[in-house]
């Protein structure tokens, strides 16, 4: 009894001691992130995914320094005051822009601290960059120059505003930020410069600007150049390019600018400053800003991207932070996402993991996430998981090629995430690359990724051409001598063609079927066809009405049976939505063009607007089908040809929509234009008009309820 109430205290004295631990150093007790790791699928629906990171400690929380004072050494606490960037060197030594302390804090491997430069008066600095050999570069915001020191803190060089006759006078010099390439070549960020980066080669001389964004021209802005007259425009403000946030640089020399901007938010620039990620596009949904903030502030709302910083691991993963959303994602070498997470901020109660306000990130060696806080003042680490791991060796293996030995990994992270949309395109590239065609076509199709399933498809249809070459040529061959035969034998068919025709005229008879017959009449002849359709009435609302029922199934049955490559994503809301939209836009068409004609002495009735506008879309019903089948025996390559057909199929409908406006109403060529240009702005105008009462209905519904309240109250 005496051993076991021993043990029992033992076992309890251990519990009590984990819990204090916990207690007293929460950088390194260990836990369930505190956030939703989520991932997107080929599909872009994003889902809950298996956590890559967990949070493991913080660091730059415990400064103290020494200080001699009257003799005698002195340790006192030193935090550190709105931090502004973050860097990690060779040894993963971390170096921190400590901005309001005028000093650069180094600390070793893990997070204990070394010492804090202050060299030369620094002032606001807001960046740091250290070289292989150990060359410390500092922006020097307030002192509005670029300081280098030795390994030591010895002041090598400074470099103040460069002299250019490219630069204007009014060019407003003042450093945030600085990355240096291996030729010694310095890549500085300027507060405010729209002119992109300032590229110095290693003496300090201006070598010129780099990686400059495109100006956004708004619809707005076409507007105004269009109409207003030179001293206008000239009162107007100048529409420039945005300013560049943030700079990183990559172990193989590309550079990454991270931009407030939708369209140019991460640039990746090879040496002479081409955009390599023209086609790429990052940062969150809107649906994921400001999730977190319980009152955003106007700054925020004002922001088109809240992406700040960026950094690149060494598999080549980039990792970018967002300081409104205050999110973390990370994307593959190629620019694809790979997962992301939104922490959940709760002011005034820190939470291990969860950054209040990130400005900076970086990673060491072993691709732990360092994430600089500019309001807690102290760095989060974060740490892969298993999963993280595995998923960021088999993203290596498959963008250096080797995809053979990769398949392992992704195969390990799809059993730690089966939900996880990547691994299955990771398995798809080395099914692909083993010449398994059959199943990276099925694993491609999973993953969502339309250009692997098309060289994919090609190959497995080359493959069926080279096998069945020879019977397809004696099929093709045999086709044709059948034509020829029936050609020749065509009389001696026509006596029973004319008894077959006689069966079957009382059946053709129906007004109906007739009426419906007099659909392929409109292709051949459609001047006469539509003249037809209201003085010999050969037309109806209700063979109107089941050839526009024919064309919303041919369109519904067209989303669901066109091949994978051409329409990777049916959706029902969204084949919902398009008949929806479609049947607004015709109906508003049929009123509008009706009564445009009504206005410009149009010979017209509305029955004969609606059944013409219907007759007018029979092209749809005709070739819709037959090109969703053509497109499932095509690839991206033949791309062209689809789109031309599906193109034809549409100007065909537009044409004809031409010939019944002319038809009908008795128009001249000049006379359908101007109706049809008319039609189109009424249409435009109605919506408008439509928009409006639904806003000014809505606003008057809030505002009775809102009295309801009051008096309830």
Not at 205 to 223: A, C, I, K, R
Not at 226 to 236: K, N, P, V, W
């Amino acid at each position: 009894m005496d051993k076991r109430g021993k043990k029992q205290r033992l076992l309890l004295l251990g519990i009590a001691l984990t819990l204090m631990a916990a207690v007293l150093f929460p950088d390194t007790a260990a836990a369930e992130p505190p956030y939703v790791t989520f991932s997107k699928d080929g599909y872009n629906r994003t889902i809950p995914s298996q956590a890559a990171y967990y949070p493991a400690k913080v660091v730059g929380n415990d400064i103290y320094v020494t200080r001699t004072e009257k003799g005698e050494a002195l340790r006192e606490y030193s935090p550190l005051k709105r931090p502004q960037d973050l860097f990690i060197d060779e040894k993963d030594e971390i170096y921190i822009a400590d901005t309001d302390n005028n000093r650069i804090v180094h600390l070793n491997s893990k997070g204990k601290f070394i010492r804090d430069i202050r060299a030369e008066g620094l002032k606001t600095p807001q960046g740091v960059f250290v070289t292989k050999d150990g060359t410390i570069y500092i922006a020097d915001t307030g002192n509005k120059r670029i300081v280098t020191l030795d390994r030591e803190g010895k002041l090598l060089q400074q470099f103040e505003r460069p002299q250019s006759r490219f630069i204007d006078e009014t060019f407003h010099y003042e450093p945030t930020n600085l990355v240096v390439d291996s030729r010694g070549f310095m890549y500085v960020i300027s507060n405010g410069s729209y002119q992109g980066v300032i590229q110095l080669d290693p003496e300090g001389n201006f070598y010129g600007f780099y990686g400059t964004n495109l100006t956004e021209v708004s619809l707005m802005d076409l507007v105004r150049k269009a109409f207003y007259t030179e001293e206008q425009l000239s009162r107007q403000v100048r529409t420039l390019p945005t300013t560049i946030r943030n700079i990183h640089i990559d172990d193989q020399g590309f550079i990454y600018t991270v931009s407030a901007t939708e369209k140019e938010q991460v640039k990746k620039l090879n040496i002479r400053g081409e955009n390599q990620w023209t086609d790429k596009k990052f940062g969150l949904d809107s649906r994921f800003r400001n999730r977190n903030r319980s009152q955003p502030t106007s700054t925020d709302k004002e922001q088109k991207s809240g992406l700040t910083d960026i950094t690149v691991d060494r598999n080549g993963n980039l990792v970018a932070i967002d300081k409104i959303s205050n999110s973390v994602t990370q994307y593959g070498p190629n620019g694809e996402m790979l997962f992301f997470w939104v922490g959940p901020v709760t002011f005034g109660t820190p939470q291990l993991g969860i950054s209040q306000s990130p400005v900076s990130v970086a990673t060491n060696s072993k691709n732990a996430l360092f994430i600089l806080d500019d309001s807690q003042n102290l760095i989060h680490v974060l740490e892969p998981t298993e999963f993280g791991m595995m998923l960021q060796k088999a993203t290596a293996l498959s963008q250096e090629g080797r995809y053979e030995e990769s398949e392992q990994h992704w195969k390990e992270v799809l059993r730690l995430n089966a939900l996880y949309s990547p691994a299955y395109r990771g398995l798809a590239q080395a099914a692909y690359h083993q010449e398994d065609y059959k199943q990276a076509l099925d694993l491609f199709k999973l993953a969502g990724d339309a250009d692997g399933y098309s060289d994919t498809f090609w190959q497995l249809r080359l493959q069926w051409f080279q096998q069945n070459f020879t019977y397809v040529a004696n099929a093709f061959f045999l086709i044709v001598l059948l034509t020829l035969i029936a050609g020749s034998r065509k009389k001696k068919f026509t006596l029973f063609r004319r008894n077959k025709d006689k069966k079957s005229v009382s059946w053709f008879r129906k007004p109906l079927l007739q009426q419906l017959k007099h659909a392929f009449t409109i292709l051949r002849h459609p001047i006469d066809g539509f003249t037809d359709l209201r003085y010999s009435f050969k037309g109806s609302y209700l063979s109107a009405s089941i050839i526009l029922v024919l064309v919303a199934a041919v369109l519904l049955v067209k989303e669901y049976f066109t091949s994978f490559v051409f329409m990777p994503i049916p959706s029902n809301e969204r084949s919902i939505a398009f008949l929806i939209i479609s049947a607004v836009t015709w109906l508003t068409w049929v009123v509008c063009n009706y009564l445009i004609g009504s206005i410009r002495q149009g010979e017209a009735r509305f029955k004969d607007v609606f059944i013409g506008s219907a007759y007018a879309l029979f092209p749809i019903v005709l070739l819709g089908l037959p090109l969703a089948a053509l497109s499932n025996v095509m690839t991206h390559s033949e791309q062209s040809i689809y789109s031309f057909f599906e193109m034809g199929m549409f100007v065909w409908c537009a044409l004809l929509f031409y010939w019944k406006i002319q038809s009908l109403q008795n128009y001249g060529v000049g006379e359908t234009i101007a109706n049809v240009s008319l039609t189109a702005f009424a249409m435009l105008i109605t919506w408008v008009l439509i928009s409006i009462m639904t806003g000014l209905s809505s606003e008057l519904q809030n505002f009775f309820y809102t009295i309801y309240q009051e008096v309830s109250m």
